[in-house]
């Protein structure tokens, strides 16, 4: 991979243990080439994703989020994902309200299965943030 | 002994634009409609016509909502350590008597019996110019401990309103450095001094909310036990910690450290008995129920600390009255205390 | 009406049909209420219906045990059906005392427009849709609606549809839509680099009082997350960017259980306009789910319920 410039995009990913986490193992196994960016924090189920896990990684400074878990209907925990989505979708729109692009965070379902489509999350993703640019919102001390 | 000057009012702005030379001046002034001490803007001095009192007392300045201790950076030979230092002159212009006794209140602790450097390098470094109040609030109840309206012995001059000047008197040593080079200060006469005494009668008889302070402790003593009394008293505070904010003679802080890898920092900040986890530890939580903060917290001021301090820990600003979201009222909890235990005991 | 309503709370006291009474009593301050919670049926005769009382009183259900008869509003009464569809509170515990109310009067709307404090305020009278405040002897009027709180001005629901009683007649609600969203258009209408710079001035005047918590029945955790330290979620100390966190959380928490009373807005002391925060997640509860908080005591909560499909467009 070139490194196209100085900064690079952290983006804190919550990946869920039985499909996207299982996904991204795949990626990794198949050889798929896929840029660095996203740091991989494994959870039980993007259900157990509370939008202050979303917060706290924008807070320390993380310039974007990926959740991503089962596809809707195939949640091993049945309808943690259905709670996901309402969550992270909620989430999205009010961080949008206050100033924080809601391309910051993205979401994703993404199976143990597909290898492929999480090397692709996770690249188009990278993208999105770059263009967006660092985060510097939390960075000032006010006090 | 003080000796009295005066100002013309029209000259207010040229008094603190000498004294900017020096200090950094703080005056009243809003924000969102929230009146607050800010670093004066050089010119604006309106807040001579609206201004009543802030919402949070200057006791911020003293002991800050957040206050940073001390950042350290771990490097090979163990951690370097930067206490910030601040040695800001400081001149607050317009402090109101409660308050200012306020701020004595707090040196009994922060100073007489332990000198806290963080609040004694801002102590010694700024200078109090207080401001007679001329329109008490309906909440103030200030005369009923010990503390009138007009009140000098706190600050370092006293500004009195007499219609079109302010009467001054100097009250320490500071304080008359401070006149010394202001032309615009003239000797005060008779006349003006004996109006300055009509204003504090006047204004001391505008404080209309009283509470009768003779025995509160031996009061508050007797009752201490009685449960139901308490449980009864403390039904609608809903334990935010408002009250204790914006109260001058409180202090309690509470103390975190933040460490991002290799560096971080000590804060203070402010903290409230109010909270139901103030007195949480490992193993129990002695104020877990509502009801023994809110004890805990009438007793404190009105007992405990004139046990220890001889003074009550109040001075009648008003604030946790006119704030307080439910309108708990403490001077109407201090005017019902109940003549006799009853009999649910209870520690 | 006050008649009615406190011969009903004594009845219900007397029947031993309730252990508590729970409702607004005249406060110390002028225009102003205090919750009065009591079981002594001599306490009820003080109690009021006006345009000042501004408490939400569900927020006490979930700490007095036993039955208790409230008196409700129509947004509390709200409040209390979302407590119930919380497993919070039980609905055959509670009586609910419905009060019909058309709006209530912000007293500082009426402090700043007549650029006095509410205690140099001689009397503020309603009628119809006109407000006389008398300050010195002299009567101005205004127009209702730059009096009351925009919360009021948007109202839909005023009078609480769960009632076991109902005080007086149903009354619509000084409907107003663009004056109750008004804040919100301005800051929709600012790029987001500038609502981001409102947001953090605000918070940087934020001292954590957690009046604003405490006053809400929806935050009814036994351990809010401020109060995490293992780990630490938001720092203890009020720095601007923990504030921030908190409060933008704190609506997230609440979202679908916020019945827009407005208590926190008001309660703050530092005036930070928290409203304009709640009633924006309110609005996407019910734009994105269609869903109203406490309309319906049989509906599972907001983050409890999903379509199996919805909101897809944001997914990957």
């Known amino acids: 991979m070139e490194r196209k410039s100085e900064w690079e995009p952290a983006i804190a990913g919550f990946l869920c243990k039985w499909c996207s986490y299982a996904g991204a193992d795949l990626a990794g196994t198949s050889r798929k080439k896929y840029p660095a960016n996203v740091r991989v924090l494994k959870v039980p189920c993007s259900g157990r994703v509370d939008p202050l896990l979303i917060l706290k990684a924008l807070r320390l400074g993380f310039d974007g989020v990926l959740i991503s878990g089962c596809h809707p209907g195939d949640c091993h925990y049945q309808a943690g994902n259905y709670r996901a989505r309402r969550r992270i979708a909620l989430t999205k729109k009010l961080l949008e309200y206050i100033g924080i692009p809601e391309e910051r965070v993205q979401a994703s379902w993404v199976s143990a299965s597909e290898g492929a489509k999480f090397a692709q999350v996770a690249a188009d993703v990278a993208k999105d943030i770059e263009k967006i640019g660092p985060n510097k919102l939390f960075a000032e001390e006010g006090r | 002994m003080t000796t009295k000057k005066k100002i013309s009012k029209k000259d207010i702005g040229k008094l603190l634009g000498i004294w900017s030379q020096w200090f950094s001046v703080l005056v009243p002034s809003k924000e969102e409609n929230v009146a607050k001490m800010v670093g004066w803007d050089g010119k604006d001095v309106s807040f001579l016509v609206w201004y009543r009192n802030t919402v949070v007392p200057p006791k911020a300045n003293f002991l800050p909502p957040v206050e940073k201790m001390f950042s350290f950076q771990q490097n090979r030979h163990g951690y370097h350590v930067e206490v910030p230092q601040d040695e800001q002159k400081r001149l607050i212009f317009g402090i109101r008597p409660c308050d200012a006794r306020g701020i004595t209140m707090i040196d009994k602790v922060f100073v007489e019996t332990y000198e806290d450097c963080y609040y004694l390098s801002k102590r010694k470094n700024t200078v109090l110019i207080g401001l007679s109040c001329t329109n008490p609030y309906d909440s103030c109840f200030c005369t009923s401990l010990g503390v009138k309206p007009t009140e000098s012995a706190d600050v370092d001059l006293m500004f009195t309103d007499i219609g079109d000047e302010f009467l001054i008197e100097e009250v320490t040593d500071k304080g008359k450095e401070l006149l010394a080079s202001a032309g615009m200060v003239k000797e005060a006469t008779k006349a003006d001094d004996a109006k300055a005494k009509t204003v504090q009668a006047t204004v001391s008889g505008m404080v209309i909310r009283k509470v009768d302070t003779k025995d509160i402790a031996r009061k508050l003593q007797a009752c201490f036990s009685d449960r139901d009394y308490w449980e009864k008293v403390a039904a609608k505070c809903i334990s935010c910690g408002v009250c204790t904010f914006l109260c001058p003679t409180c202090f309690c802080f509470d103390i975190c450290d933040e460490l991002v890898k290799k560096q971080g920092a000590r804060y203070r900040g402010w903290d409230s008995c109010s909270f139901r986890l103030y007195t949480k530890m490992p193993m129990e939580n002695p104020r877990e129920e509502k009801w023994r903060r809110v004890r805990q917290k009438v007793c404190h001021k009105y007992q405990f600390y004139p046990m220890n301090f001889d003074v009550a820990a109040c001075t009648g600003c008003g604030r946790c009255i006119r704030l307080c979201p439910v309108n708990w009222d403490v001077t109407q909890i201090l005017s019902s205390l109940p003549a006799s235990v009853t009999s649910r005991g209870d520690k | ?316």
Request: with cysteine; net charge negative.
């Open chain 3, 1 to 316: 009406m006050e008649q009615e309503l406190r011969k009903e709370a004594r009845k219900l006291l007397e029947e031993g049909k309730v252990d508590h009474i729970i409702g607004f009593a005249p406060g110390s301050l002028k225009f102003s209420t205090t919750p009065l919670i009591t079981k002594e049926k001599e306490e009820v005769a003080s109690l009021v219906i006006n345009r000042f009382m501004v408490n939400n009183l569900a927020k006490f259900l979930t700490e007095i045990p036993g039955r208790v008869g409230i008196v409700a509003k129509g947004c509390d009464g709200r409040s209390i059906v979302s407590l119930i569809q919380d497993n919070q509170v039980v609905r055959e515990n509670v009586v609910i005392i419905g009060v019909p109310c058309s709006g209530l009067i912000d007293i500082a709307k009426v402090e700043k427009l007549v650029g006095k404090d509410r205690d140099e305020i001689d009397d503020i009278a309603l009628q119809g849709e006109k407000v006389t405040v008398t300050v010195d002897g002299k009567r101005k009027d205004f127009p209702a609606k730059e009096v009351f709180f925009e919360h009021c001005l948007g109202c839909e629901f005023s009078t609480p549809q769960e009632h076991d009683t109902l005080i007086g007649e149903r009354v619509a609600a000084v409907g107003h839509e663009e004056l109750n969203r008004k804040r919100i258009k301005e800051l929709k209408d600012m790029a987001p680099k500038q609502r981001w710079a409102f947001w953090k001035e605000q918070f940087t005047r934020c001292i954590r009082c957690y009046a604003c918590r405490q006053v809400c029945p929806a935050c009814f955790c036994e351990r809010c997350f401020v109060e995490e330290s293992q780990p630490q979620w938001v720092s203890p100390v009020p720095k601007w960017q923990d504030n921030l966190v908190f409060q933008v959380i704190r609506n997230i928490h609440v979202a679908g259980r916020c019945t827009d009373c407005g208590e926190c807005e008001r309660v703050c002391p530092q005036n930070i306009p928290l409203r304009s925060l709640s009633k924006e997640m309110s609005d996407l509860v019910d734009e994105m789910f269609h869903y109203k908080a406490g309309t319906d005591k049989n509906a599972p909560s907001l983050m409890t319920a999903y379509e199996h499909a919805e909101a897809e467009d944001l997914f990957r």
